[in-house]
Every structure is written in structure tokens, then in C-alpha cells.
């Protein structure tokens, strides 16, 4: 055990993260993979089997982790329920018509899809772009970008989106204040992902509008979503003021919002016991109420084994800047899983502890938006993301030629994060 605590704390979670990322690749699902890494972190420095033990107990019954896990499990019943009760076809159905502009339908179909984390979503929305696709000049390629891309344009500040969740709970962080930050980048997002129509000729893809077709029945199908939201901002907010010592109140109001969501969704789309159970009884809940846990394991094993302060310590006897940390852990992972949460889970509950012990505490938001723009970046081009590969597949299109589409409007949103970085930092400061 002496030899191994000889070893560089560096080089031990290196071990920790090739470890986690090999099984990872070979198919062991995401909870155990972090369970598994949280044990050999324990092991690799020093935690006796009753220290790791006493560590995973006490990451468990934590409020945050109980609370993570059943919004995060909320949120995908919700998307299942809109999914099989037919308000996700409705609301893409009720749009058509409302926007004559070509490039718009073409951003907007997916963009709506998107608002709902559904795994794989991107193929809901594919056919709507196809459509739109053979009555203009664009090529599959073209149109996988469009419907993969636009796919995602709301996952650096969305709230529905578990990556978000865990953010704020991995940095410890006021979740509208994450969204005040971050929101410009889907603006960002958007404008760069407009490089891969531009000067294309889309006069014939022009949606027709239904005669006496309002915009009602889009805004009617749109409530629950809205309903998530500002039901929970307005709860959240009135437990955090009535009870400022309940650590958990803001967490608390989006699982009441989500609760009367799924109610109003299953009664306005008349589901049936047979279609609500088909949403509840789902295996990929319990994978997820899993994996969040064990994310939350991981971090707690991360803080009792004293593995985050022997890396602090290492970094900044090795003058290794921040800022690159910051970017290059989260894209790295990010690009070999294809998965938000995982680089989420991963690297967070080593950067931030990170950013506070370089005396950057202050601008531990500022960080949290650097993180998350490159994690993000290395999803978007992994050739592991599930949207990817599902697009690809549908629209017929060669990977090469749609990643020829990707690195432009990827390398443009990574250089803006970094100098909004330093711009949000810079505020801060001021302030």
C-alpha cells in the first residue's frame, strides 16, 4: 500500500479515469462504471473497505444526491409521457405553417425536440427535416448536421437537461444563476450552425400555411414544458425565501412543478393505466436514479479518500493553468463517451474543488460555463453519440461528410466560450 501512495496523485487518477473510460467503452453501463471507479479511487489512495463503505452511505442519504436522482427521473417520465401520449408529434404537427422561412422550419423542428432530453431524440425530428429537405438542393449530410445539431443547441443552460442538474450539484451553485450565464451560448450555438446552409438555394422548401391555421394549438401543446419551468422557478423561489435554511428548496420546487407536470400531461392526453405504467415501469429509470447515485458516490469517494487536495496540490506545484485544465479534462471525456453526464460526473468533482483551492473561488461560475462548452464541444464531435450515429443512419449520410459540417461551427463555439470566460470572469471581478 506504501509503494502505491508513492505514486503521483496524478498519475493514480489517471489510472482512476482510463480504468473508468475502458469499461465504459466495453459496454458496462455508466453506474457501475463510476461505482466500480469509486472503488478503486478508495483503494488507490488509502481508503480502508469500511472507510469506502462509510463514504458511499454517506454520499447516498445526502438530500442532494436523493433529490438529483428523483428530478432527474421525474424529468424522464415526463419526456416519455409526452413521448407515447403524442404531444411531442402534436406540437411539431401544430408549428407546421406558423413559419414560411425555409431555414427556420429547418432549425426550429429539432430545436423543439430538443427541449426534452430524449435519448436519441434526434430521430423524431428527422423525418420533419427530410421532408423539408427533398424540396430543396441540400444533401443528406447537410441535413444530418441540421437535425443533429440544432438537436442539441439548449444543453448549456437547459434545465430539463440532467447534465444542468448535476452541474449545479457536483459545484454547489444557484441553478438560475448557471442559466443566467450560460443562455447566450445557445444564441451562439444558432448562429454558428447556420455556416452549413449558408448560400444554399432553399426558395422551394418554403412551408405552406394552412389557411386559418393560428399559432393557438402550437402554444396549447407548448404548456407543459412552460408549465416545468415556471412552476418551478416561482415554487423554488418561495420555499428558498420562506424556509433560506432548507438546502434543498430550489430542488424541491422543480420536483413539484415536474409532479404536476406528468399529472396535467397523462390527464389532457386521456393515458390509460396500460400507457402510464408502460412510462413508469421503464428499465431506463432505474439505470438513471442509478447512475446519478453512483456519479454522486464517485465525487464523495473523490473528497473522503483526500485524492481532490493530493491533485490540488500536484497541479499547482506543477504550474499547470487552470484555465487548460478546465478545458482539456472535460473534452477528453467528453469525446470518448459521447455522454454529457458522464464527463459531468467525471471531471467536475476534480475541477471545481480545483478552481477553490487556486483561490478562484469567485468565479466558480465562470468555470462551470468553461467546463461545460468544452465537454459539450467533445460530445458533439464524438463518433460515439448516439444522435450522431441515429442521423447519420437515417438521412443516409457518410460520417466524414457530416463532420466536415461539425469542426467549423464546434472550433467557433469553443473560441467564443473561452473568451466569454474571460469576459464573465472579468464581471465578476468587477463586481
Not at 29 to 38: D, K, M, P
Not at 49 to 65: D, I, Y
Not at 245 to 263: D, K, V
Not at 265 to 279: E, F, P, S, T
Request: glycine share 10%; aromatic share 10%.
Amino acid at each position: 500500500m506504501s509503494i502505491i501512495l508513492n505514486i503521483p496523485a496524478i498519475v493514480r487518477i489517471s489510472i482512476v479515469f482510463v480504468f473508468v473510460l475502458i469499461i465504459i467503452r466495453k459496454k458496462v453501463s455508466l453506474g457501475n462504471a463510476f461505482i466500480l471507479g469509486a472503488i478503486l479511487t478508495g483503494a488507490l489512495f488509502g481508503l480502508k473497505p469500511t472507510g469506502m463503505l462509510n463514504s458511499m452511505a454517506g454520499s447516498v442519504v445526502m438530500p442532494k444526491t436523493l433529490s438529483l436522482a428523483v428530478m432527474v427521473t421525474l424529468i424522464l417520465v415526463l419526456s416519455g409521457s409526452l413521448e407515447r401520449g403524442g404531444h411531442m408529434e402534436r406540437l411539431l404537427n401544430n408549428f407546421r405553417g406558423l413559419v414560411a422561412n425555409p431555414r427556420l422550419n429547418l432549425a426550429i423542428f429539432p430545436a423543439l425536440i430538443g427541449l426534452l432530453p430524449m435519448p436519441g431524440g434526434a430521430v423524431f425530428s428527422a423525418p420533419m427535416v427530410k421532408e423539408l429537405g427533398n424540396k430543396s438542393r441540400l444533401r443528406p449530410d447537410q441535413l444530418s448536421f441540421i437535425n443533429y445539431w440544432y438537436r442539441h443547441i439548449w444543453e448549456y443552460w437547459w434545465p430539463l437537461y440532467p447534465g444542468i442538474l448535476l452541474s449545479v450539484t457536483l459545484a454547489d451553485i444557484n441553478l438560475w444563476t448557471l442559466i443566467m450565464i450560460t443562455w447566450p451560448l445557445t444564441l451562439v450555438a444558432v448562429s454558428v450552425g447556420t455556416l452549413s446552409v449558408k448560400g444554399v438555394d432553399l426558395k422551394h422548401a418554403v412551408e405552406k400555411g394552412r389557411k386559418n391555421h393560428s399559432a393557438r394549438p402550437f402554444f396549447k401543446e407548448l404548456v407543459p414544458i412552460l408549465m416545468v419551468i415556471l412552476v418551478g422557478l416561482g415554487v423554488g423561489t418561495l420555499l428558498s425565501r420562506v424556509f433560506p435554511g432548507f438546502h434543498i428548496a430550489r430542488e424541491l420546487g422543480l420536483i413539484i412543478s415536474l409532479i404536476l407536470t406528468i399529472g396535467y400531461v397523462w390527464l389532457q392526453n386521456g393515458m390509460n393505466g396500460y400507457k402510464i405504467r408502460k412510462v413508469v415501469i421503464d428499465p431506463h429509470l432505474l439505470k438513471m436514479f442509478y447512475m446519478v447515485i453512483a456519479i454522486l458516490i464517485f465525487k464523495g469517494m473523490l473528497e473522503d479518500s483526500q485524492a481532490v487536495e493530493a491533485i490540488s496540490l500536484e497541479f499547482m506545484e506543477l504550474s499547470v493553468p487552470l484555465v487548460l485544465i478546465t478545458v482539456a479534462l472535460p473534452f477528453i471525456v467528453g469525446g470518448i463517451t459521447g455522454i454529457t453526464i458522464a464527463f459531468v460526473g467525471s471531471t467536475f468533482p476534480i475541477i471545481v474543488p480545483l478552481v477553490y483551492s487556486s483561490g478562484e473561488g469567485s468565479f466558480v461560475l465562470a468555470y462551470v460555463m468553461l467546463a461545460l462548452v468544452s465537454g459539450l464541444v467533445g460530445v458533439l464531435l464524438s463518433p460515439l453519440h448516439l444522435c450522431l450515429v441515429l442521423s447519420n443512419q437515417y438521412f443516409g449520410a457518410a460520417v466524414g461528410r457530416v463532420y466536415r459540417h461539425l469542426i467549423l461551427p464546434c472550433l467557433l463555439l469553443f473560441g467564443t466560450g473561452l473568451v466569454y470566460f474571460f469576459i464573465v470572469r472579468w464581471v465578476i471581478f468587477r463586481f
